[in-house]
């Protein structure tokens, strides 16, 4: 092959060579000077809004709760001795109203030292909550001489033409219970299912024994 046939064939094709190596190199450079992608800005989240305060002149006034009406209960039964006949009883009681005492024949006496008229507010179990209320204490006063067994004593109560009441039971009731001996007193609170309408006509009764009358007042009861 002459020296020119090798110019026109070689030199054409290395020349390609060249220019394609060129390209690459320069390819190469830019790539590196760009250098690595930079990390996509974190998101910042918006500030949570804080609620306003309220002003407490624009707060609704508190509403008081409403008490239920007060509402008459059954008429409780009529509590009787067991066993004991009415002839056994020979202790008799003068009569009484809520304002002066009965005394027995043999001087012990019961009078009824206060009364009070509400509503009750009873919760637990065996409680009416929402009765007329007449809540009595009782003075028991023995001056007979001899001990006075409590542990029996009977107290009830009506109204009107003859309603039985019903018995209510709370914090504040206390029987009378015990021996009482001679030249002391004691103190019971009895409360009943009255209703304030009724406490014009009231009886109220005090059975100590099988043995003694009853005490009974009746009348008007005077309540503060």
Do not use: K
Not at 181 to 205: K, M, N, Q
């Amino acid at each position: 092959m002459t020296r020119a046939v090798l110019l026109r064939r070689v030199l054409p094709a290395l020349v390609v060579v060249l220019l394609a190596a060129l390209v690459l190199v320069l390819t190469t450079n830019g790539d590196d000077d760009r250098g690595p992608a930079a990390a996509p800005a974190p998101s910042t989240a918006a500030p949570a809004t804080e609620e306003p305060t309220p002003d407490p002149d624009d707060l609704p006034a508190p509403t008081e709760p409403v008490a239920a009406p007060a509402t008459e209960v059954a008429a409780a039964d009529v509590v009787t001795r067991q066993g004991v006949p009415e002839s056994a009883r020979t202790v008799r009681a003068t009569s009484a109203d809520f304002a002066r005492p009965a005394q027995w024949s043999d001087g012990a006496s019961v009078r009824v030292a206060g009364a009070t008229q509400g509503v009750s507010q009873g919760s637990g179990p065996g409680t009416r909550a929402g009765q007329p209320q007449t809540v009595f204490t009782v003075e028991l006063t023995n001056a007979s001489g001899a001990p006075l067994d409590l542990t029996g004593v009977v107290v009830q109560a009506t109204y009107g033409s003859g309603t039985q009441a019903s018995p209510l039971y709370d914090d504040d009731t206390v029987d009378l219970s015990g021996v009482l001996a001679p030249g002391t007193a004691a103190t019971g609170v009895y409360s009943f299912a009255i209703p304030a309408a009724e406490l014009g006509a009231v009886s109220l009764s005090v059975d100590v024994d099988g043995y003694r009358f009853p005490a009974v007042f009746a009348g008007a009861v005077t309540v503060r």
